[in-house]
Nanobody, 114 residues
Framework: QVQLMESGGGLVQAGGSLRLSCTAS????????MGWHRQPPGKQRELVATLTPGGSTNYADSVKGRFTISRANARNTVYLQMNSLKPEDTGVYFC????????WGQGTQVTVSS
């Protein structure tokens, strides 16, 4: 069983930045791809970014050039650096470990004001 804990959400003005963190209860990054997803108000959850064990990254078109996913293996932590934030980036952000049946964190709220 793997537990994931997100942090770093908050309220920010448009154009600002936030860095989200996701800490895993075990060292899984060498065997598990990690993902960040978000769920805007009233909408379905959507994939934002992924990071493979080999270091390959993939981003949703809506965040390319603004968001960066990275990890710190020694800290069992994956990050999502979000720059040039827009009101449409508002939502609950979830960390996901793409291993086995998949594991999810509880989410962290990001609100971008215009």
């Amino acid at each position: 069983q793997v537990q994931l804990m997100e942090s770093g959400g908050g309220l920010v003005q448009a154009g600002g930045s936030l860095r989200l963190s996701c800490t895993a209860s075990a060292n899984i990054f060498s065997i598990s791809a990690m993902g960040w997803h978000r769920q805007p108000p009233g909408k379905q959850r959507e994939l934002v970014a992924t990071l493979t064990p080999g270091g390959s990254t993939n981003y949703a078109d809506s965040v390319k050039g603004r968001f960066t996913i990275s990890r710190a293996n020694a800290r069992n932590t994956v990050y999502l650096q979000m720059n040039s934030l827009k009101p449409e980036d508002t939502g609950v952000y979830f960390c996901n470990a793409l291993i086995g049946a998949g594991y999810w964190g509880q989410g962290t709220q990001v609100t971008v004001s215009s």
